[in-house]
């Protein structure tokens, strides 16, 4: 009875180890020690087993301008990520895309901004899009030449392992190889980027926080209908 119990014991302790193997969760904090949703976190585990990455990121993103917003308000992308946008308003929005941060000063390494115009949906017709491709790590803030208060981003990431953060401000990501990783997180709001993290990747969970020197604003609330300016339709007028 005994040793049945034992074995009991040892096959269950095997098995939460192999379930957990892996397991990273960060948890990202405001300076009030608040969690903090839609940061991002990006891990970069050492070279010798980058083959192994998941696909964590979407390959065909949409941006939505619905209700005078970028939907979503932030997007988390590979290099050469095709982002499309879509104007769900009846009215038109002149969508920029800007690099901002360090990539935006360095030259050859930085994205080229775009901008690109899109006519308001009109009653039974499929909403306009445009597309543009972007190609180099980075950040891009999205913004309206019409609308002055929409505001989105897009993070480019160097590493295959990049999430948002969820509502509880937790990045959770699954099988990241044991041995040396670095942490870095991002946030809109954090200007001064904040110093990378040293982890030790191994068969137990590996629990962290990383604590933003800023107390990020919430979020303005999604309008039930924004107010619709007259603007009449015109064609796509796009630059790259
Ligand atoms: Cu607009």
Redesign the pocket.
Known sequence: MQSIVATLLIAGCAYSISASAGNVQIQVLGRDGKPVPEAVVVLYPSAANAATAPSLLQASPTIE?ER?RFVPALTVVAPGTTLRFTNQDRW???VRGTPVGPAATGGAGGNEGFEMRLAGKQDGQAAQAAETTVRQPGVLLLG?H??GS?RGHVFVTDSAWTLKTDADGIARFTAVPDGAAQLRVWHAEQLVDLPRKNLQVQPTPVLDTMQLSVVPRPRRPLPASAPAPARAGSAPHIHY
Do not use: G, S
């Open positions: 301008q005078m038109d929005h002149h309206c019409l609308h929409m």
